[in-house]
């Protein structure tokens, strides 16, 4: 029978992500918990200022993903000010979010959950990175990647005015419109991004999907979890980064809700647990019953993988191609003529790459639509509403910002709900899941612990750095294991 | 390589050779530091045809791009160690690296790797890499503004980097 352990009250983590595994009487797992700490006062450090500052400000949160914050911040202000952006403001933004599509999903894939398959989850955490993988196959990679990040950082810098924190987003618009010359050069750079985007397909295809361990593991349950996805699609259900509205379906596929992102607060509540800062979004109508799966449980999941099992298709054709052949690979059938979810997590790594292809596609459609050069990005905001919220998809999740103000535009209200928030719940899940099979009856397979938590981290993508605005980290990471008494058990320790 | 400036002095073209980076989240308290060192710097070398300064937000991959092509590259970013008093300025050896804030912190890879792949891949890695680490006290509040040590240690900071940039 298990006992109940009570917790003791938090005490404040020093520049370390932590796990805390309970055991029980048996010695089997009863409890995972895991804490992060909180970076505070966000919402005060807004207060009193300008909401027109909040996209310059908010892209400082996070050196990782300035843009998205940029552009989440740049839609709060429009329906702020109640200004709705002409058609090529728009695209520009769609624009130079794609180019950032394309060198975060690049990233991620080459140096941080990439080398997973690459190199082997058992390979000493010095061999787990780009250069592990460079060794394995080849040096040319290593400097088409660098050429790539290189390029589409060129292709911000042009839209953006800047290459790490674009400062070019005003409410209504944008500040500057792109000329003739500059959309060849994003025309040319987007082709060579589509060519990149599917050779890293094809490597995935190689490397992974072809080596009978390695889709043993993507397919095996370890890291499986049957939650509701959420993502923003357009008007024919395909997903977008930058605009659509945000839709919910459940386990086993069917839609769940669809809604603006105005209204995110009446389909999304905020738990609250005693051990952690860090707040738990879950699908109100459900209702929270817990860290557990399923259509009852309210936990849903924002992922690469999420965006997709949302989706009808892809916007892009060669994109859809990969889609399917995903979706056919886990054996998705169809009901309502659209793939059921797939809910084996590491299967975002795969997603990841779908959506490189989608963004790198997309910039070619963008950089040669005629709209692309008009002069006009501009619409003169002429009143203040008072509340505006704007979102976008993050790389991490569905990124929300929510801006209150008064009639001079003073912010009197400041609520973000980044990425990673909305996975919090589901890489605890994940995290319990991977402990409950690694510790049974007291007994704890120690090797590679450690690296398949981090697995579970790492096919998230998480940006702490945002999610409780925490201190950032890929991570040192403290596991401890305590008995049913409480005693420490183990410790395991990433320096 | 657009990281290194030539500046046309008298007919003579001047190449920077070495690279300040100040490293850190402007908004994040004593977080700040590593950027407001380097601000500061840009104002003591304004006149230097030799020395360039650049603030960065995040660490990785970006760390080696604003390094690459210059011959000495020196680094500052606060530090959490909880072993020095807040405001203590020290040259960080590469075992410690895993303290330095925004550069241990990366979304890609660390600085040791970085420095590695851009060696690997035949960019120009600078040969004298040194990172100055400050102690923070707060780098959890968002503010604009330094806690009292580390707003103190701030001129110590400038000297030690101009005597290290220019001895």
């Not at chain 2, 400036?5 to 402007?26: A, C, D, E, M, S």
């Not at chain 2, 380097?38 to 760390?63: C, F, H, N, P, T």
């Amino acid at each position: 029978m298990k006992k109940r352990i009570s917790i003791d009250p938090i005490t404040r983590l020093e520049g370390h992500g932590k796990i805390e595994i309970f055991l029980n009487e048996e010695g089997d797992v009863a409890n995972t918990y895991f804490q992060v700490p909180e970076l505070r006062g966000f919402e005060q450090f807004c207060k009193g200022r300008l909401a027109e500052d909040m996209p310059v400000i908010t892209n400082r949160i996070c050196g990782v993903c300035p843009e998205a914050h940029h552009l989440a911040s740049v839609k709060a202000l429009d329906a702020l000010f109640d200004a709705n952006p002409p058609g090529a403001a728009k695209k520009i933004r769609e624009l130079l979010y794609s180019a950032f599509y394309v060198t975060d999903h690049t990233t991620h894939f080459y140096a941080l959950g990439g080398p997973d398959f690459i190199v082997g989850p058992d390979a000493p955490p010095s061999e787990r990175n780009i250069l592990g993988v460079i060794r394995k196959v080849g040096l040319d990679i290593g400097k088409a990647v660098i050429e790539c990040r290189s390029r589409n950082h060129h292709v911000i810098e042009m839209l953006g005015g800047r290459s790490i924190h674009p400062a070019a987003g005003l409410p209504g618009g944008w500040s500057k419109s792109v000329s003739e010359e500059e959309r060849k050069e994003i025309a040319e750079i987007a082709k060579k991004n589509v060519d990149f985007a599917l050779f890293t397909l094809k490597a995935f295809g190689d490397i992974v999907l072809k080596n009978p361990a390695y889709l043993e593991l993507v397919t095996s349950d370890i890291y499986l979890h049957r939650t509701y996805s959420m993502g923003t699609v357009d008007d024919k259900n395909r997903v977008n980064f930058y605009d659509g509205m945000i839709r919910v379906v459940d386990p086993e596929g069917i839609e769940f809700v669809k809604y603006p992102s105005k209204d995110y607060a009446k389909h999304i509540a905020e738990r609250v647990e005693p051990w952690t800062y860090l707040k738990f979004p879950y699908l109100k109508k459900i209702g929270w019953k817990g860290f557990v799966d399923g259509i009852d449980s309210g936990v849903y999941s924002a992922t690469p993988l999420s965006r997709l099992n949302v989706s009808d298709s892809m916007a892009t054709p060669l994109a859809q191609e990969e889609f399917e052949r995903m979706y056919q690979t886990f054996g998705s059938k169809k009901i309502n003529n659209r793939f059921q979810p797939i809910h084996h997590r590491l299967a975002t790594h795969w997603a990841r790459l779908i959506e490189l292809l989608y963004a790198a596609e997309r910039m070619v459609e963008l950089a040669n639509d005629p709209e692309i050069t008009s002069p006009d990005v501009r619409r003169i905001p002429e009143r203040i509403k008072g509340i505006g919220i704007g979102s976008v998809e993050a790389p991490r999740g569905t990124l929300t910002h929510h801006y209150e103000s008064d009639e001079r535009g003073v912010l009197t209200k400041v609520n973000l709900i980044v990425g990673t928030t909305n996975n919090y719940a589901p890489m605890t899940m994940s995290i319990k899941k991977v402990a409950e099979r690694l510790i049974t009856k007291g007994n704890v397979v120690e090797e590679g612990m450690l690296n398949r938590i981090e697995m579970a981290f790492r096919l998230y993508d998480p940006c702490l750095s945002c999610a409780t605005h925490s201190l950032p980290g890929t991570m040192p990471l403290t596991v401890t294991i305590k008995d049913s008494t409480g005693a420490v058990v183990r410790e395991l320790k990433r320096q | 390589m657009k990281e290194r400036l030539f500046r046309l002095k008298k007919g003579v073209i001047i190449v920077k050779r070495t690279v300040v980076i100040g490293l850190g989240n402007p908004i994040l308290s004593d977080d700040a530091v590593g950027v407001k060192v380097a601000r500061q710097l840009r104002v003591a070398l304004i006149d230097s045809d030799m020395i360039e300064i650049k603030e960065l937000y995040a660490g990785g991959m970006r760390v080696m791009d604003a390094i690459a092509g210059f011959e000495k590259a020196v680094i500052i970013d606060a530090m959490q160690t909880g072993l020095h008093k807040p405001g203590t300025i020290r040259l960080i050896d590469s075992a410690e690296l895993g303290s330095a804030r925004n550069l241990a912190s990366s979304h890609d890879t660390n600085l040791p790797t970085a420095l590695e792949l851009g060696r690997m891949l035949g960019l120009s890695m600078p040969r004298d890499v040194k990172v100055f680490g400050i102690e923070a006290f707060d780098v959890e509040n968002f503010s604009e503004a330094l806690t009292e040590d580390v707003e103190r240690s701030m001129p110590e900071a400038v000297n030690m980097i101009l005597k290290e940039v220019m001895p």
